[in-house]
């Protein structure tokens, strides 16, 4: 006979709470990236209103152009309002320091927008200005997405912020084609520069939603292969293949401009219902795992107290197997005779505990592998940026041309990159 002491009991309860905090901090990030979703999407629509308002000069949709400011605004204000409850009025700021340096840099960008909005109603930008302008606002946004899913503890909820993130920028790159679209349209002509771009983001849009498939449900890859065969997709490469028959300089009315702002932006539209559904599914399963962490404390707490003060071990716990009993080694229990005894050992709530921690740490690291080969792809694209004076479309495209003439992933060509650039430092 031997005692379990009151300290080991509640060391073992304390990692189940542990646990729950954890969910508890996921699933108000995950609240967070639904309202990012949210600001981007409407960002998304005033950057491409805005190019052809600037193209036109101040001809079309000027008024389209003013309802789309009023929708970023609240959408703006609704996030501020968010980010302040949860992180600076509760104790969950002290666990995010990555994830809040991120917000900082959004919210740095995001200073300026009234700034930008004002140059553009007075015709201070051209539309090329305007929409880099907007692409690093939106670029800052996403790598809250990006940093929520990093420093994400639960596998389940991970894997939709993986295939969240993946999405959106998908999407995103879908909303940088149909800004440079609507400038070529604006413009009447396309020229081998423009062209090229347009192929670089249809190439990057493919790199994204196939990330996004590998993690998402059924439901959501039904969606979305769905939207891949509708009418609206197929009048789209048809566009595409228009464009790049222009890459000459062949002129081309402008009114097509709203034309193709239509066809994207409904296309567009049916994406952000895809992304919808990822959110929700991404609240739905961050409360579960936190109301199913709940209900598992509740049920340690009363197997441990069914042990009372002083619990025998097992018969077939040796002195040698206690003394060696580690995280990956925890004996079972067999003797049919001891069945109580056994559901309420605390070996057995030990070994439940760290089997359950194990299959976590699995699977989480094989959803943080798409996370790090990003991570892998932006610090390859830096890189270029730097030596070679590119910007970031640029070094996308070289990183992807690399990656298909060596007949390899863009990560792997990422991490070829990085290798040889370290050699030469």
Known sequence: ????????????????RAEINALQLVASNCQVVTTVSELIHQLQKERGISNIFLSSANRRFEQEHKDQIDRGIRAEELLRSQLKAKYLHSDEISNNM????????????????????YKVQKQELTAIESMQAYNQLIKGLLSVVFEAADVG???????????LFNFIQGKEYAGQERACGALGFSKSMFDQSLCESLIQLQQAQTDSFTTFEEFASNQENTLWHSLQ?????????????MMQQLADGSAIS??????WYELTTHRIDAMRAIEEQLTSRLLQVAKQRVEQ???????????VKKLGPKSPLSPELTLDMVLNISADNIPKTYNSQ???LADNSLYDLLREQSENIKKMTS??????????????????????????NYNESQAHRALQKQAMDQKVSLAEMAGLIIKVTSGKN
């Open 98 to 117: 990555r994830l809040l340096n991120t917000i900082t840099l959004a919210l740095q960008g995001l200073d300026y927008i009234s700034t930008l909005r």
């Open 293 to 303: 962490a709940d209900k598992e404390l509740l049920e340690h707490k009363k197997r």
């Open 1 to 16: 006979m031997s005692p379990h002491s009151d300290v080991t009991k509640r060391f073992l309860l304390a990692t189940k």
């Open 363 to 388: 699977e989480l690291e094989l959803a943080k592998q798409a996370i790090a080969e990003q991570k892998t792809i932006n610090r390859a694209k830096l890189l270029l940026m730097q030596q070679l």
């Open 229 to 241: 065969d509708k009418n609206t997709n197929k009048q789209l490469q048809q566009m595409r293949t």
């Open 254 to 259: 402008s009114e097509i401009s709203e034309v």
């Open 153 to 163: 503890s639960d596998p389940s909820i991970t894997k939709i912020l993986v295939a």
């Open 338 to 340: 001891l069945n109580d």
